[in-house]
């Protein structure tokens, strides 16, 4: 059972696009003298950008507007007042971001499974590459805005009352929608996938990834400061590194909100066993009543943040940002031939994973695994996630960060293949706990893998990335990495009904006859066949090909191409990297 399933792309991807730091002195050396005469990426000079960049890091956004004691940062890594407030408001702006996200990779996909063929579910799934797309459009995030209003306020306010509206529709007419005998697909995919585009741009808008890159020289070291949006204006200099804390803890609480704690409240068995003495027919949670809590919660946060949050004016010689610099940066990173090389390996690597990813889960459910048995199985997951993260991070330090990223595809093939025999040896009838602690080994073992391999790639990135246009240089390979594990789940949906052959057989009186039918492999099919007296067959499973031939080629894949190529771009030296620019 994958790690990176549906529901994990998002979390891997905040990660990947969270606040970095690059350490190189050899680097900082070579790149001194021409750093002080170079033309900055959006067209403006640099001579003074290291030294305002100081200025601003020690006085210029952490001055003390409200004049109050109890403001000031205290300088021994404790939090003021002010900090505090402004910690435990990113944590809701993350938190509420990740609500649409967790259920549009997460929980509906699961509820649709039932009444859905596979290939209609990967068409919903398309519902979800606004997340894996951001950056084409973020630096018009980053550039339009009003200054009375405020730089980040002036998307998030209007973005966020956008999605609670949304929210509060989708909770009126969603029962219609997913009780439907057969869903319209393309009608939930367009709403979600509406939804998960303005819930990508405001992560841009709290996030600013382009908003500003300080390069500050401090002896020895070179450290690329990506400034992440609001938090560098909210957070004093002292306590900024909580910005990426409040990232984390509020995009997973709201992720598994969403998806692993939703989908146990939504289940009836579950609510009749743990919460009720006498059972019911109905959840404790229904989704139209999830949709309509969250609506109010945007609500709620909005009109906080336009009437009682103030944000810094923009300053006014703060350059503004060049749109056609930008994307120009972005062209120009691209055509360098190691990046391409890169980037295609990127798009190829995780094929060999794909029908793990995205049909394991869903297959699971089909046999019979309860969802709140499988969010739960997510939810153990957790805490392995953060160890993992720290182990994987110890061992992609050097000058090899790709070694154990490759080593960690090998083992995620592995795990693929363990996964079809989990899947092919699926209990009849009541589910052992042996068998779910094997589901959850499986999670865990799969999920140990991703984060190594993800890990390793990140250590990469912020390694070759140019120093002096960090921020659009990590975040475009991060964007490609990403898609990298998006783009195939689609076609691996699609495969899994391709290559699946079912019948539907009807006995009767004087009468045997045998109906070839797909659908038979949804609930929705199995009771079409069930009310015409007949039982589904299945005679092929077509989730065992598909991720045969996914592994098949992500092994040839990985020997042949991905791995040669690996090493061959990690001993190139960093100059081999580098943009060069005009007036340079």
């Not at 033309?39 to 020690?58: A, P, W, Y």
């Not at 529709?169 to 998960?196: C, H, R, S, Y």
């Amino acid at each position: 059972m994958s790690g990176e399933s549906i529901a994990s792309a998002p979390a891997n991807e905040k990660s990947a696009l969270t606040t970095q730091s690059v350490a190189s002195s050899s680097a900082t050396r070579a790149s001194d003298d021409r750093m002080l005469n170079r033309r900055d990426v959006i067209g403006n000079t640099r001579e003074k950008s290291v030294h305002d960049g100081v200025e601003v890091l020690e006085k210029g956004h952490w001055d003390n507007p409200s004049g109050k004691e109890d403001d000031v940062p205290k300088g021994d890594g404790s939090l003021s007042v002010r900090d505090q407030r402004a910690l435990a408001l990113l944590v809701v702006l993350y938190l509420l971001q990740g609500i649409p996200v967790g259920l549009a990779f997460g929980s509906i996909p699961f509820l649709l499974r039932a009444k859905l063929s596979y290939s209609q579910i990967g068409i919903f799934t398309l519902c979800t590459y606004p997340y894996s797309l951001k950056l084409l459009w973020s630096p018009i995030v980053d550039s339009i805005f009003s200054t009375s209003v405020g730089r980040r306020k002036s998307w998030i306010v209007p973005i966020q009352t956008i999605v609670a509206v949304m929210l509060w529709w989708l909770a009126g007419n969603i029962t219609a929608l997913m009780e439907a005998a057969e869903p319209d697909v393309n009608k939930l995919t367009f709403l979600f996938f509406v939804l998960v585009f303005f819930a990508a741009t405001q992560d841009i808008a709290v996030d600013g990834k382009y908003q500003k890159i300080l390069d500050v020289f401090l002896g020895m070291w070179l450290i690329v400061v990506l400034v992440v949006g609001w938090a560098l204006t909210l957070l004093s200099k002292d306590n900024l590194s909580y910005a990426s804390t409040a990232q984390t803890i509020g995009l997973n609480t709201g992720y598994f909100l969403s998806f692993t704690v939703f989908l146990a409240f939504n289940s009836i068995e579950f609510s009749n066993a743990y919460f009720r003495s006498v059972p019911l027919d109905y959840p404790l949670v229904s989704l139209s009543g999830y949709l309509r809590f969250s609506s109010v919660a945007f609500l709620c946060v909005t009109i906080y943040l336009a009437f009682f949050q103030p944000e810094d004016p923009v300053a006014a010689d703060e350059p503004d940002m060049d749109l056609k610099g930008v994307y120009s940066i972005m062209w120009e990173i691209c055509q360098l031939k190691h990046v391409q090389t890169f980037i295609l390996v990127h798009l190829v690597t995780k094929l060999g994973t794909a029908a793990n990813d995205a049909a394991t889960s869903l297959k699971l459910l089909e046999k019979g695994l309860k969802k709140e048995d499988l969010s739960l199985a997510v939810l153990i997951d957790f805490p392995f996630q953060i160890l993992f993260g720290y182990l994987a991070a110890k061992w992609s330090k050097g000058d090899s960060p790709l070694r154990p990223w490759l080593l960690s595809m090998w083992t995620r093939l592995a795990w693929a293949i363990v996964s079809m025999f989990l899947i092919h040896n699926f209990p009849q009838g009541q589910i052992s706990t042996s068998y779910f602690l094997l589901v959850v080994f499986c999670t865990v073992g799969s999920s140990f893998s991703s984060t190594v391999q993800f890990v390793g790639i990140s250590a990469f990135h912020t390694q070759i990335a140019d120093p002096l246009i960090g921020g659009t240089y990590m975040t475009l390979l991060n964007t490609v990495s990403n898609l990298g594990g998006t783009w195939p789940r689609f076609f691996v949906l699609k495969g899994v009904d391709y290559f699946s052959i079912a019948t539907c057989k009807i006995k009767e009186e004087g009468l045997d006859l045998t109906v070839v039918a797909r659908e038979c492999v949804s609930d929705h099919g199995k009771a079409a066949c069930a009310e015409l007296g007949g039982q589904c067959e299945t005679l092929q499973d077509g989730y065992y090909w598909t991720s045969s031939l996914c592994i098949i080629a992500g092994a040839i894949a990985l020997l042949f191409f991905v791995q040669p190529a690996a090493r061959r771009l990690q001993s190139l030296p960093l100059s081999a990297w580098r943009v060069k620019q005009r007036g340079v």
